[in-house]
C-alpha cells in the first residue's frame, strides 16, 4: 500500500523527488507484506506518529499470480492472490478507517483492474480478487458515507508496469494482444492512473464516493 500523509498536496505527490525537493515535500518508503495484519497495523502506526493523523491512502499492492485455467488454478496460488491482492486491501482499509473516523475525514482510494468488473480467462484468483476489491469498496463507502471519510477505487487497464512486463516476458504475442484490445490503440502509462487516483483522493471529488472509476483507454466500453 501506499499511504499518503498529512500536509502533502495530493497533486504533486506522483511526480517525483524532484517535485517534492522543489515543494518541500517528503517521501518515505517501508517495504512489507500486506497480507499480514501487524505490518499494517505498525505501519499506519509509525504514519500516526510522525504526522498526527492520515489523510489519504491508497491501497495498491497486487501480483497477478499464474496464468492458468480456473480449474488448473492450485490452492497454493489462489490463496497468495487472495491475501495481497484482497485480504490486504481489506486489512489496510481497517487499520486506515481507524484513524480517519475520529478525524472525521479521509480519503482511500483502492485499485481493482478492468478484471474486477468483467471476466479475465487464465486469471481466476486474480479476477475474483479484484471484484472482491470492488465490493469492498462500496460496502465502505456506504458504511461511512456520513462520516467524512470516502473510499473509492479505479479500475485500470493494461498499463506499463513491472507487472505487464512479467506478463509479456512469458508470453511475448500478450503485448500485442494489449494493444489491439485497447480502443485507444495503446497501453495506459503509470501517471494516467495516478492522476485519476489523486482527483479521487482531494477535495475535487468531495462529492464522490463509492465509485470504481474506469481508467482502460475505453477498453470496458465495448
Given at each position: 500500500?501506499?499511504?499518503?500523509?498529512?500536509?502533502?498536496?495530493?497533486?504533486?505527490?506522483?511526480?517525483?523527488?524532484?517535485?517534492?525537493?522543489?515543494?518541500?515535500?517528503?517521501?518515505?518508503?517501508?517495504?512489507?507484506?500486506?497480507?499480514?495484519?501487524?505490518?499494517?497495523?505498525?505501519?499506519?502506526?509509525?504514519?500516526?506518529?510522525?504526522?498526527?493523523?492520515?489523510?489519504?491512502?491508497v491501497n495498491n499492492a497486487g501480483i497477478?499470480?499464474?496464468?492458468?485455467?480456473?480449474?488448473?488454478?492450485?490452492?497454493?496460488?489462489?490463496?497468495?492472490?487472495i491475501n495481497i491482492n484482497l485480504k490486504?486491501?481489506?486489512?489496510?482499509?481497517?487499520?486506515?478507517?481507524?484513524?480517519?473516523?475520529?478525524?472525521?475525514?479521509?480519503?482511500?482510494?483502492?485499485?481493482?483492474?478492468?478484471?474486477?468488473?468483467?471476466?479475465?480467462?487464465?486469471?481466476?484468483?486474480?479476477?475474483?480478487?479484484?471484484?472482491?476489491?470492488?465490493?469492498?469498496?462500496?460496502?465502505?463507502?456506504?458504511?461511512?458515507?456520513?462520516?467524512?471519510?470516502?473510499?473509492?477505487?479505479?479500475?485500470?487497464?493494461?498499463?506499463?508496469?513491472?507487472?505487464?512486463?512479467?506478463?509479456?516476458?512469458?508470453?511475448?504475442?500478450?503485448?500485442?494482444?494489449?494493444?489491439?484490445?485497447?480502443?485507444?490503440?495503446?497501453?495506459?502509462?503509470?501517471?494516467?492512473?495516478?492522476?485519476?487516483?489523486?482527483?479521487?483522493?482531494?477535495?475535487?471529488?468531495s462529492f464522490v464516493t463509492g465509485h470504481?472509476?474506469?481508467?482502460?483507454?475505453?477498453?470496458?466500453?465495448?
Open positions: 500500500s501506499t499511504i499518503g500523509s498529512c500536509r502533502i498536496k495530493p497533486f504533486l505527490v506522483y511526480i517525483g523527488n524532484d517535485c517534492c525537493r522543489e515543494n518541500d515535500l517528503s517521501i518515505e518508503s517501508m517495504q512489507l507484506d500486506v497480507s499480514q495484519d501487524a505490518n499494517i497495523k505498525r505501519m499506519i502506526e509509525t504514519i500516526v506518529d510522525k504526522y498526527g493523523r492520515l489523510d489519504c491512502a497477478e499470480g499464474d496464468m492458468k485455467a480456473t480449474h488448473e488454478c492450485s490452492e497454493e496460488n489462489w490463496d497468495r492472490v490486504g486491501v481489506w486489512l489496510s482499509m481497517k487499520h486506515e478507517l481507524e484513524v480517519m473516523l475520529p478525524q472525521g475525514a479521509g480519503s482511500i482510494v483502492n485499485v481493482s483492474s478492468i478484471a474486477g468488473v468483467v471476466g479475465l480467462p487464465q486469471w481466476p484468483a486474480y479476477a475474483a480478487a479484484k471484484h472482491g476489491v470492488i465490493g469492498l469498496t462500496k460496502t465502505a463507502a456506504l458504511e461511512y458515507a456520513k462520516s467524512g471519510v470516502r473510499v473509492n477505487a479505479v479500475c485500470p487497464g493494461a498499463i506499463e508496469t513491472a507487472m505487464t512486463d512479467r506478463i509479456i516476458e512469458r508470453a511475448p504475442s500478450m503485448k500485442d494482444m494489449y494493444i489491439q484490445l485497447e480502443p485507444v490503440g495503446r497501453m495506459g502509462k503509470p501517471e494516467e492512473v495516478a492522476k485519476s487516483i489523486m482527483w479521487l483522493l482531494s477535495e475535487e471529488a470504481a472509476m474506469h481508467v482502460d483507454g475505453g477498453f470496458l466500453s465495448f
